[in-house]
């Protein structure tokens, strides 16, 4: 059917009409849309932007569990308790005033009396504080402080001389009225300022850029050194301005008519001691409060996150706070876990150096710790296992989401991850064994009235550490008891914090008379079967050096020397050296060189590599003499430490194989369920080196040690009834005072040795007589709590 041209040009129109309202609605959607969108950005967006900055989530640290550390068998050493600490946080809902919280929470918990300061400290952290505090001043010491403000006024030049001043008179201007200065060195520079400061102070400073620079220019400052300072203009009148700003607000107010407050900010302002006037009981309540306030003011924490008041209070502090907690807007008291470490079996200290302890980050490494995602708050590992092993027993701490405001104030929490707790450490020891190697070297120096001895045993085939063991030591969980730790620390803790095991150096006496044979036979100054006659002692040079036993030992070959410790036989030897460095065309300085090889292949001189902290290479000396070089053969002249004698008798024991010692046997996987503590880390034996002898000169070593201990040997008295053959090697080393140290290293049983042992007792006399008994008793509890052929199911 065909339209008609008519028709057609009548619905045109129509069509064209229904277009043109369709796009007319589409343009008036459009038109709303966007008149909308405009309103809504420019007549709402302030408003928007306002709630939307109302509000932002952040993200607080859960704190992970530590891990465990366990002994060979399970048993816990180290474990968590629960401890109360008080915490503060910022309520947005209301106005908390923080001074006052701070001076009824001072009064409910006990602070040590060595955080207190003079009363300029005082006065210094109330104004830092912008706290209120008693200020009474007497007339006189009213007066004083006028007169000596008024003086540094007037000292200071006017602000239209401080144009005129040279770079150098701006800093010291700038020093004096606090003005922050920056200035950064050319190289160039800070070559000639460093050395124009050691000319004039004998100081000597690193050359390096970033902090230095400050302390350098303090100290240009300080020494009033002329220095050719480069100044763009635009940083000269930047200081200009702050320093001419900084002099108005002095001056703007006669010293005459400054309150007291004003005088003593003035007085905090120039460095001048300040009297408040304070009754003692006045200055503790005040010292209370404020110290309470800077925690919880927490300069630099964000407003959302909790202060830390104090950890671990007592159970009368908590109640106390608890009955008040109405009054103490913001305050809360939490439960924190904190170590508790296991002690002996009379309640004494146990492994004391092995395990070490944790505390709050040292301020100098906090930059260090907070880039490994730490927070100021935590606690890390100081010393021992707890720090050696920090980044395994920490675990990783959860989240919380926390909701804040504009002003960073908390508003809600939600848990966003759990935490995981810390990995467990299995020891190589056996915390029973550990115990009575501790009780028997106590009991042994008492009775001598000895003050300090140390023993180390360890397994010579895996390097374990079967007991580690310094006298004195201390109760570790005395670190989470702040009450008495402050009351002892000088006198019961300080000095006796150091592990001597890995860092204590000491002459090793005639226990290093092995490694000297050894170094001769295979060097070819001696044959094993050579026989060197001894009549009393030998001419080195021009002087007579004696042999312990004045008489002589007459004939001695290679093992007798080791039996009967046989001084002169070393002499020789070591002159033997000294002879053939001249024959190759050396100084006999030189063949110090060759003792520090022979020696460091056994780990004398050197770390041994065990996984505890701190660890130090001995003491090698430094006066090459040949008398020094002969006295070094019989342990007389470099200072080794008890882990590396244990180590170089290991090293005997196993036929020659340096291997690191280690006090942990496995690491677990952290978890709540003790099914769930899955190994995760089995170490195993680690051979740092084998040495390069001969395997026969070694037997000769060893077979020479096992003489000892027979008759006519130095410790036969020591071992003459034990149930099994043991080497050993006494020492008796000279001190330069009224006693010698006394030491003894060794292994047992001689054909199948499970264990090695080195003992050291400063001032304690002959080996034989102090270190002897001491290694024999620990040989006969090991026999008694394992059995010699049971025992090797230990060390599996």
Same mark, same amino acid.
């Given at each position: 059917?065909?339209?008609?041209?008519?028709?057609?040009?009548?619905?045109?129109?129509?069509?064209?009409?229904?277009?043109?309202?369709?796009?007319?609605?589409?343009?008036?959607?459009?038109v709303? /849309?966007?008149?909308r969108?405009? #309103? &809504?950005?420019?007549?709402?967006?302030?408003?928007? @932007?306002? $709630? !939307?900055?109302?509000?932002?989530?952040?993200?607080?640290?859960?704190?992970?569990?530590?891990?465990?550390?366990?002994?060979?068998n399970?048993?816990?050493?180290?474990?968590?308790?629960?401890?109360?600490?008080?915490?503060?946080?910022?309520?947005?809902?209301e106005?908390?005033?923080?001074?006052?919280?701070?001076?009824?929470?001072?009064?409910?918990?006990?602070?040590?009396?060595?955080?207190?300061?003079?009363?300029?400290?005082?006065?210094?952290?109330g104004?830092q504080?912008?706290?209120?505090?008693?200020?009474?001043?007497?007339?006189?010491?009213?007066?004083?402080?006028?007169?000596q403000?008024?003086?540094?006024?007037?000292?200071?030049?006017?602000?239209e001389?401080?144009?005129?001043?040279?770079?150098?008179?701006?800093?010291?201007i700038?020093?004096? /009225?606090?003005?922050?200065i920056? #200035? &950064?060195?050319?190289?160039?520079?800070?070559?000639? @300022?460093? $050395? !124009?400061?050691?000319?004039?102070?004998?100081?000597?400073?690193?050359?390096?850029?970033?902090?230095?620079?400050?302390?350098?220019?303090?100290?240009?400052?300080?020494?009033?050194?002329?220095f050719?300072?480069?100044?763009?203009k635009?940083?000269?009148?930047?200081?200009?301005?702050?320093?001419k700003?900084s002099?108005?607000?002095?001056?703007?107010?006669?010293?005459?008519?400054?309150?007291?407050?004003?005088?003593?900010?003035?007085?905090?302002?120039?460095?001048?001691?300040?009297?408040?006037?304070?009754?003692?009981?006045?200055?503790?309540?005040?010292?209370r409060?404020?110290?309470v306030?800077?925690?919880m003011?927490?300069?630099?924490?964000?407003?959302?996150?909790?202060?830390?008041?104090?950890?671990n209070?007592?159970?009368?502090?908590?109640?106390?706070?608890?009955?008040?907690?109405?009054?103490?807007?913001?305050v809360?008291?939490?439960?924190?876990?904190?170590?508790k470490?296991?002690?002996?079996?009379?309640?004494?200290?146990?492994?004391?150096?092995?395990?070490?302890?944790?505390?709050?980050?040292?301020?100098?490494?906090?930059?260090?710790?907070?880039?490994?995602?730490?927070?100021?708050?935590?606690?890390?590992?100081?010393?021992?296992?707890?720090?050696y092993?920090?980044?395994?027993?920490?675990g990783?701490?959860g989240?919380?989401?926390?909701?804040?405001?504009?002003?960073?104030?908390?508003?809600n929490?939600?848990?966003?991850?759990?935490?995981?707790?810390?990995n467990?450490?299995?020891?190589?020891?056996?915390?029973?064994?550990?115990?009575?190697?501790?009780?028997?070297?106590?009991?042994?120096l008492?009775?001598?009235n000895?003050?300090?001895?140390?023993?180390?045993?360890?397994?010579?085939?895996?390097?374990?550490?079967?007991?580690?063991?310094n006298?004195?030591?201390?109760?570790?969980?005395?670190?989470?008891?702040?009450?008495?730790?402050?009351?002892?620390?000088?006198?019961?803790?300080?000095?006796y914090?150091?592990?001597?095991?890995?860092?204590?150096?000491?002459?090793p006496?005639?226990?290093?008379?092995?490694?000297?044979?050894?170094?001769?036979?295979?060097?070819?100054?001696?044959?094993?079967?050579?026989t060197?006659?001894?009549?009393g002692?030998?001419?080195?040079?021009?002087?007579?050096?004696?042999?312990?036993?004045?008489?002589?030992h007459?004939?001695?070959?290679?093992?007798?020397?080791?039996?009967?410790?046989n001084?002169?036989?070393?002499?020789?030897?070591?002159?033997?050296?000294?002879?053939?460095?001249?024959?190759?065309?050396k100084?006999?300085?030189?063949?110090?060189?060759?003792?520090d090889?022979?020696?460091?292949?056994f780990g004398l001189?050197?770390?041994?590599g065990?996984?505890?902290?701190?660890?130090?290479?001995?003491?090698?000396?430094?006066?090459?003499?040949?008398g020094?070089?002969?006295?070094?053969?019989?342990g007389?002249?470099?200072?080794?430490?008890?882990?590396?004698?244990?180590?170089?008798?290991?090293?005997i024991?196993?036929?020659?194989?340096?291997?690191?010692?280690?006090?942990?046997?496995?690491?677990?996987?952290?978890?709540?369920n003790?099914a769930?503590?899955?190994?995760?880390?089995?170490?195993?034996?680690?051979?740092?080196?084998?040495?390069?002898?001969?395997?026969?000169?070694?037997?000769?070593?060893?077979?020479g040690?096992?003489?000892?201990?027979?008759?006519?040997?130095?410790?036969?008295?020591?071992?003459?009834?034990?149930?099994?053959?043991?080497?050993?090697?006494?020492?008796?080393?000279?001190?330069?005072g009224?006693?010698?140290?006394?030491?003894?290293?060794?292994?047992?049983?001689?054909?199948?040795?499970?264990?090695?042992?080195?003992?050291?007792?400063?001032?304690?006399?002959?080996?034989?007589?102090?270190?002897g008994?001491?290694?024999?008793?620990?040989?006969?509890?090991?026999v008694?709590?394992?059995?010699?052929?049971?025992?090797l199911?230990?060390?599996?």
């Amino acid at each position: 059917m065909q339209i008609e041209p008519d028709q057609q040009r009548q619905k045109d129109p129509e069509i064209l009409f229904r277009v043109n309202i369709m796009f007319l609605a589409v343009f008036i959607c459009f038109v709303v /849309v966007i008149l909308r969108l405009a #309103y &809504v950005q420019v007549v709402q967006g302030e408003l928007f @932007a306002q $709630e !939307l900055e109302k509000y932002s989530l952040k993200e607080l640290p859960i704190p992970a569990p530590r891990g465990h550390i366990l002994d060979r068998n399970g048993v816990v050493l180290v474990d968590n308790k629960p401890v109360f600490t008080v915490k503060f946080m910022d309520k947005p809902e209301e106005k908390i005033n923080k001074e006052k919280v701070a001076e009824d929470l001072a009064t409910l918990l006990d602070w040590k009396q060595e955080e207190r300061g003079d009363d300029r400290k005082l006065a210094d952290l109330g104004i830092q504080l912008q706290a209120s505090f008693p200020i009474m001043l007497t007339p006189e010491e009213r007066q004083r402080l006028r007169t000596q403000i008024q003086i540094k006024l007037d000292a200071l030049p006017s602000p239209e001389r401080i144009d005129l001043l040279q770079p150098v008179e701006l800093f010291s201007i700038a020093k004096e /009225v606090h003005v922050p200065i920056k #200035y &950064v060195f050319t190289d160039v520079e800070r070559t000639q @300022a460093l $050395e !124009l400061l050691r000319k004039k102070t004998g100081k000597t400073l690193p050359n390096e850029q970033g902090s230095n620079d400050r302390v350098l220019l303090t100290e240009l400052i300080k020494q009033q050194i002329s220095f050719p300072y480069h100044f763009e203009k635009k940083q000269a009148d930047d200081l200009v301005r702050k320093i001419k700003s900084s002099m108005e607000i002095l001056r703007e107010t006669p010293v005459t008519k400054q309150s007291d407050r004003k005088l003593i900010e003035n007085a905090r302002f120039f460095f001048l001691d300040v009297k408040l006037g304070h009754s003692a009981l006045q200055r503790e309540q005040t010292w209370r409060k404020l110290l309470v306030l800077e925690r919880m003011v927490g300069m630099g924490v964000p407003a959302f996150m909790p202060r830390q008041i104090k950890r671990n209070i007592t159970a009368f502090e908590d109640a106390r706070i608890e009955e008040r907690l109405v009054e103490l807007p913001g305050v809360y008291v939490e439960v924190e876990p904190l170590r508790k470490v296991k002690t002996d079996a009379n309640g004494g200290p146990l492994a004391t150096h092995i395990l070490g302890y944790i505390n709050s980050i040292d301020p100098q490494f906090v930059k260090e710790y907070k880039s490994k995602q730490y927070s100021g708050n935590e606690l890390v590992g100081v010393a021992g296992l707890e720090n050696y092993y920090e980044s395994q027993l920490r675990g990783k701490n959860g989240a919380m989401a926390v909701q804040v405001n504009r002003n960073s104030e908390f508003v809600n929490e939600t848990i966003k991850r759990i935490a995981e707790p810390g990995n467990d450490l299995i020891l190589t020891l056996d915390w029973r064994f550990q115990d009575k190697v501790e009780e028997i070297l106590h009991k042994s120096l008492s009775q001598k009235n000895l003050k300090v001895g140390h023993a180390v045993v360890m397994v010579p085939s895996t390097g374990e550490i079967l007991a580690l063991a310094n006298y004195p030591d201390y109760d570790l969980n005395l670190y989470y008891d702040r009450e008495t730790f402050s009351k002892v620390y000088k006198t019961d803790i300080l000095p006796y914090e150091d592990n001597k095991i890995t860092r204590g150096a000491y002459a090793p006496g005639s226990t290093v008379k092995p490694v000297s044979v050894m170094l001769a036979l295979q060097e070819g100054l001696v044959s094993p079967s050579e026989t060197i006659m001894d009549r009393g002692g030998i001419y080195v040079g021009n002087r007579f050096k004696n042999n312990w036993l004045r008489s002589g030992h007459g004939a001695v070959d290679a093992r007798r020397a080791l039996q009967v410790s046989n001084n002169t036989y070393m002499y020789e030897v070591g002159l033997r050296l000294a002879r053939k460095g001249n024959r190759e065309g050396k100084h006999y300085s030189e063949q110090f060189e060759v003792l520090d090889y022979y020696n460091s292949q056994f780990g004398l001189g050197v770390k041994t590599g065990i996984d505890l902290p701190g660890e130090k290479t001995g003491y090698r000396a430094d006066d090459k003499y040949l008398g020094n070089l002969v006295d070094a053969f019989i342990g007389q002249y470099n200072n080794f430490t008890p882990m590396q004698l244990c180590q170089y008798v290991s090293t005997i024991a196993n036929g020659g194989y340096r291997i690191k010692p280690h006090v942990v046997k496995e690491i677990r996987k952290g978890a709540s369920n003790p099914a769930d503590r899955t190994p995760l880390t089995k170490v195993k034996p680690y051979v740092i080196n084998k040495v390069v002898i001969d395997p026969k000169w070694i037997k000769v070593a060893q077979e020479g040690m096992a003489k000892v201990t027979q008759p006519n040997g130095t410790a036969y008295r020591n071992f003459k009834d034990f149930p099994f053959p043991v080497a050993a090697k006494t020492g008796t080393a000279q001190t330069g005072g009224n006693t010698d140290n006394a030491l003894i290293v060794g292994y047992a049983p001689v054909n199948n040795p499970q264990i090695a042992f080195a003992v050291v007792v400063p001032g304690g006399g002959h080996g034989a007589d102090m270190s002897g008994p001491i290694a024999k008793q620990i040989l006969e509890e090991y026999v008694k709590m394992y059995g010699i052929e049971q025992s090797l199911k230990l060390i599996r």
